[in-house]
Nanobody, 123 residues
């Protein structure tokens, strides 16, 4: 029972910056890892960046040094700061969250997705 609402997408020139936000709401006690994935036209969805509840991060090679993922646990929000944007970054960006829930007597991780937000870098 988690809803993810994304914001911050838009149109930007090469070299510009955008910051994406994803706020989680609903009924849950905690959120484990959160991440951002992206899908360009005609391509498979791919990982852009992830961050654990402890703050450990992981980035795709294509965005290292340009993107920064962060989170505010008090606000249940994850961010993606995107700098030095390139036309190749054009894609729909999706927020993902792992939420621990009880199931079959054990704890399981449920994965939730946002609706996606369009990022367009034109040249």
């Amino acid at each position: 029972q988690v809803q993810l609402v994304e914001s911050g997408g838009g149109l930007v020139q090469p070299g510009g910056s955008l910051r994406l936000s994803c706020a989680a709401s609903g009924s849950f006690f905690s959120i484990d890892a959160m991440g951002w994935y992206r899908q360009a036209p005609g391509k498979e969805r791919e990982l852009a960046a992830t961050i654990t509840s402890g703050g450990s991060t992981n980035y795709a090679d294509s965005v290292k040094g340009r993107f920064t993922i962060s989170r505010d646990n008090a606000k249940n929000t994850v961010y993606l700061q995107m700098n030095s944007l390139k036309p190749e970054d054009t894609a729909i960006y999706y927020c993902n969250a792992e939420v621990p829930e009880k199931g079959w007597g054990t704890q399981v991780l449920r994965h939730y997705w946002g609706q996606g937000t369009q990022v367009t870098v034109y040249s």
